[in-house]
């Protein structure tokens, strides 16, 4: 198995788990961020170089490719076409984002996408949430484009959390439980559906031996967990870490975006939009998707962390999470109004 990415988050847990189940892999980054597994063999080079693309195809070939690094469609494109040559299969890791009327309208893999351009390069690498699910439907066409249906699997997968993750969503929930004291918590009954990277990995590898293609969701089955099991998880696992104990104080949805409250980054995963976690998975779930109770995900992230694991650094951490005196302000105006 060829990793194209695997030294953080998603690809990083791909390989190690390939490499327990006794796969032969080989690893393709820069080398500027992340570790890999030591027990997979590691190419370094710029997707972005085709020098280096033609460096890495000769050492081919591969059963199959997994893509976990490709947000860019002319560079998907441009390994994709290289490494049709000497690979069977590709696996592309997409995104919930491809879906035009999410987070708007529940989801399935039948549901409309965005247009994308399986040529286009935007210039630039700069995180921007708008171009992003276009840019992914973009690099799906390509991957389509090189391998065709029959060599191609794609899976779209909704939030992954767990170990190694580096957007800033449950590290920042879990520091900020860390801090304890009074936390503003929004939406205790909201139905939530992340992904732990651990189970995505298992059903990737899984459907990778079985050989199949098409597109799958991946996410924890709708209408299971809830925003407030999630919060109440992080507030348990770190108690004993803790400043001071953590005390939530649930506040209704309406008031936070009255507040101009900045939904999804300043609460993480916080989202008032009418389906955000509206994913079908019928499809993976019938195919041997398999998901971890939340309090799981939560507990192995905080051991990662409090093991000295940390983040790569990235630019969409720092736009995650809500200013102390602004949370603690909130806090004083909406208890102020309940009692008055
Ligand atoms: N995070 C989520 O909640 C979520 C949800 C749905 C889907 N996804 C999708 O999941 C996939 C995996 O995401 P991720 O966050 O784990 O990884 P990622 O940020 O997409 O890719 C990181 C990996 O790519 C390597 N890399 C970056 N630029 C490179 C280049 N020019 N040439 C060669 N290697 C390069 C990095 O190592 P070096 O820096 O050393 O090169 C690293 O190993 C993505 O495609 C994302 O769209 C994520």
Redesign the pocket.
């Known amino acids: 198995m060829l990793v194209?990415?695997?030294?953080?988050?998603?690809?990083?847990v791909v390989v190690e788990d390939a490499v327990e189940r006794g796969l032969e892999v080989t690893?393709?980054?820069?080398?500027?961020?992340?570790a890999?597994h030591s027990d997979a063999q590691v190419l370094y080079?710029?997707?972005?170089?085709l020098d280096?693309l033609r460096r890495l195809a000769r050492q081919g070939p591969w059963d199959v490719v997994v893509?976990?690094?490709?947000?860019v469609p002319a560079?998907v494109s441009a390994s994709a076409e290289i490494l049709a040559h000497v690979a069977d299969r590709l696996v592309y890791?997409?995104?919930?984002?491809a879906y035009r009327d999410w987070p708007h309208a529940p989801v399935d893999e039948g549901s409309a996408l965005w247009d994308g351009d399986p040529d286009l390069d935007p210039g630039t690498r700069a995180w921007d949430p708008d171009a992003?699910g276009p840019l992914?439907v973009g690099?799906e066409v390509a991957c389509r484009r090189a391998f065709g249906d029959d060599r191609l699997l794609i899976l779209?997968?909704?939030?992954?959390?767990g170990r190694?993750?580096?957007?800033g969503?449950l590290p920042w929930w879990l520091g900020r439980m860390r801090r304890g004291g009074r936390v503003l918590a929004p939406s205790p009954d909201r139905s939530i559906q992340?992904v732990d990277?651990r189970d995505l990995s298992r059903f990737l590898l899984y459907q990778v031996e079985a050989g199949a293609r098409g597109v799958f969701n991946v996410a924890a089955p709708p209408g299971g967990e809830t925003y407030g099991d999630m919060l109440r998880a992080c507030a348990q696992v770190v108690a004993d870490d803790a400043v001071e104990p953590a005390e939530l104080v649930w506040v209704d949805e309406d008031w936070l975006v009255a507040q101009g409250v900045t939904q999804w980054t300043e609460l993480p995963l916080w989202r008032n939009a009418a389906a955000p976690w509206g994913m079908s998975v019928d499809r993976a779930v019938a195919t041997g998707l398999r998901t971890r109770p939340l309090a799981e995900t939560v507990l192995d992230t905080w051991e990662w962390l409090a093991g000295g694991g940390q983040p790569?650094a990235?630019e969409r951490f720092a736009e995650h999470g809500i200013a102390p005196e602004w949370e603690a302000a909130l806090i004083r105006r909406f208890l102020a109004e309940r009692s008055g």
């Open positions: 194209l990415g695997g030294s953080w988050f998603v690809g990083r690893v393709f980054h820069r080398g500027l961020s992340g890999t080079g710029d997707r972005e170089n280096d893509d976990a690094a490709g947000s560079v890791v997409s995104t919930i984002s992003y992914k690099c779209r997968p909704h939030v992954v959390l190694y993750e580096y957007v969503r992340p990277v790569v990235h």
